[in-house]
């Protein structure tokens, strides 16, 4: 039981350079969910997706997109990566209805 | 605006008891969870209140006063291995959407 599958763990991208975050989650949740997390400071949601085929805005969508691609996969895209994106990125899941959100292991991201 | 206050570090020793306030402002109230994370990992789910009152989880204990908008996560008997970052988080909607604090550091020491 993987739980939440988070690809890459590490990533050094250049300004400017595009790329996309993928997250899978073999628990059969609905929700799932985009955070970012910044040295000293909690998780800022980015997007969400309530259930298949729907996606909403979180705190600090700017900058990023999302596609949920199945019940299984929410992928977060950084068309033009710029240095303030550098962060720690962390997808979760959940039951729609029920408690808790169960988190990947997150993406290190550095945009020099 | 939207706002979750915790301290942000807080230290105790081995084998004492600990509490970790939160008091929150936000639009939308589903209730209050509490998540822990060792050195950067993944968070995990400690427990939830949507409603006021005690709920009891072993060593952990979360507390839920709605009318203050309050809340607080205790810790009892602690050990070395609950040194970690302690994060409340409001649930918004149905959706699940939460919204977090920035963190409480405790550092337990022998």
């Known amino acids: 039981n993987a739980g939440v599958t988070q690809t890459p763990k590490f990533q050094v991208l250049k300004t400017g350079q595009s790329m996309t975050l993928q997250c899978a989650q073999d628990?059969?949740?609905?929700?799932m969910y985009w955070y970012r997390q910044d040295p000293g400071m909690g998780l800022r949601l980015i997007y969400y997706?309530?259930?298949?085929?729907?996606?909403d805005k979180g705190e600090v969508p700017n900058g990023y997109n999302v596609s949920r691609l199945n019940k299984r996969e929410f992928s977060l895209r950084l068309e033009s990566a710029a240095p303030s994106q550098t962060s720690v990125y962390f997808c979760?899941?959940?039951?729609?209805?029920?408690?808790?959100?169960?988190f990947g292991d997150g993406t290190r991201l550095s945009i020099l | 605006g939207q706002s979750l206050e915790q301290p942000s570090e807080v230290t105790a020793v081995e084998g004492a008891i600990v509490q970790i306030n939160c008091t929150y402002q936000?639009?939308?109230?589903?209730?209050l969870s509490w998540y822990q994370q060792h050195d950067g990992g993944a968070p995990t789910f400690l427990s939830y209140?949507?409603?006021?009152g005690l709920e009891e989880t072993g060593r952990f204990s979360s507390f839920l006063s709605r009318s203050d908008s309050y809340g607080y996560l205790l810790l009892q008997e602690l050990q070395m291995k609950d040194s970690a970052s302690y994060f409340c988080?409001?649930?918004?909607?149905?959706?699940?959407?939460?919204?977090f604090g920035q963190g409480t550091e405790l550092s337990v020491k022998p």
């Open positions: 936000t639009s939308g109230f589903y209730g």
């Open positions: 979760a899941s959940s039951d729609t209805r029920v408690q808790p959100q169960h």
């Open positions: 628990m059969n949740h609905n929700s």
């Open positions: 997706s309530a259930s298949e085929g729907t996606t």
């Open positions: 988080a409001v649930r918004q909607n149905q959706g699940g959407k939460l919204i």
């Open positions: 209140n949507a409603l006021d």
